[in-house]
């Protein structure tokens, strides 16, 4: 998408504008509904927090609308995960140039999610770049929530979104899915655990409307997130014994550089330096006393898809070494998660310590 040059900021939303501050809302005059609305969900037997916009009144029988209360909006870790996932579009879509400062605002007509997924995914999506009408959205909205699916294949997980909930800005199924995404695609991001929000649904029945409050879990733990594996003794030493880190760390860097350094190579930052495989391939061959041929992995790897590779390889040389499979994925190494490195090295240094 090509935005053209800074524009001054319109009150509409003119073609190719996806910044917020060019998002507009119509608002209608308050009507008794609307009235019937505010009292209803503010009245002694229902939530008094709700933060209801007049739109969020107008439904029509059996219909329900949700919004999150003003109070989960305000939990740190809540803010945390809204800006974590904003800051990790802005990155992926930096070249574009386009700029998210609100999710619910900048993110419901499709326009922003085509591009992220396209950019992670390594694919172009058929569909027009500028939709103005509302059909037009959600018909752009629906392809792209389609191919969304494509990519994450739940295997009958139900989705906890749709093209109404996205369209309608409902702010938690924009973050489902954009926590589904971050974790598929392996964001180089830390979300923040265990972040609930307490969800008010409203629900018109028999001509009245009726709320309630009901609890919306956007995260879990990181190893449930992650699809980790159970606790061992890593979870242990950062969690209660982060002085001994440095120790492991210490220890780790003088064993690998003992093999490293046969072929003059030499590792100082065992986060960053081990995150595209490379080495990893390396040190597997000279601990096991063979040479990787270099048409197997990637020698200068450029791109995140290479790095996985040489990781998942450096992997498969180690099951052929007769370790145990790691407990990590290759995903995680080239995240720079320090924890899953360690395990990696760790299972290393265990079986071939002993080695001159």
């Known amino acids: 998408m090509s935005l053209g040059p800074p524009a001054s900021p319109s009150p509409c939303r003119p073609p190719g504008c996806i910044s917020s501050a060019c998002s507009g809302r119509t608002h209608g005059t308050m009507s008794d509904l609307q009235e019937e609305g505010k009292n209803a969900i503010n009245s002694p037997m229902s939530p008094a927090l709700a933060d209801v ?39 992926v879509l930096v070249e574009e140039r386009i700029i998210v400062k609100q999710l619910e605002e900048d993110l419901y007509d499709g326009q922003v999610l085509q591009k992220l997924l396209e950019k992670l995914a390594d694919r172009k999506l058929n569909v027009a770049e500028v939709t103005q009408s509302e059909i037009g959205q959600k018909q752009k909205l629906q392809t792209v929530l389609e191919a969304v699916r494509d990519v994450l294949r739940p295997h009958g997980r139900a989705l906890q979104w749709n093209v109404d909930s996205i369209h309608g800005k409902n702010l938690v199924a924009i973050l489902h899915l954009l926590v589904s995404l971050a974790v598929h695609f392996r964001a180089p991001i830390r979300l923040p655990e265990n972040v609930s929000v307490q969800v008010v649904v409203v629900r018109k029945r028999e001509g009245l409307l009726h ?16 699809g980790r594996f159970e606790r061992d003794a890593f979870d242990t030493l950062f969690d209660h014994a982060p ?24 590792v100082t930052e065992l986060e960053t330096q081990f995150a595209d495989g490379v080495y990893l391939v390396l040190l597997m061959g000279l601990l096991e006393d063979y040479f990787v041929p270099l048409h197997n992995f990637y020698l200068t790897p450029d791109s995140f898809d290479q790095k996985v590779h040489n990781v998942a390889f450096a992997f498969e040389l180690m099951l052929d070494g007769g370790l145990k499979k790691p407990k990590a994925r290759p995903e ?19 079986k071939y310590k002993h080695l001159e």
């Open 53 to 91: 916009h007049p739109g969020d009144t107008l439904l029509e029988e059996n219909e329900e609308r949700t919004m999150i209360d003003p109070t989960s909006k305000e939990d740190p870790k809540f803010k945390e995960l809204v800006k974590v996932l904003i800051d990790w579009i802005n990155d």
């Open 211 to 226: 709320s309630s409050h009901i609890t919306e879990e956007l995260t879990t733990t990181t190893e449930m997130i992650m």
């Open 243 to 266: 002085d001994k880190l440095s120790v492991v760390k210490k220890s780790l860097i003088t064993f690998v550089n003992k093999h490293l350094n046969k072929l003059n190579l030499e």
């Open 332 to 350: 995680d190494v080239v995240n720079l998660d320090l924890k899953s490195t360690l395990r990696v090295l760790y299972n290393l240094f265990t």
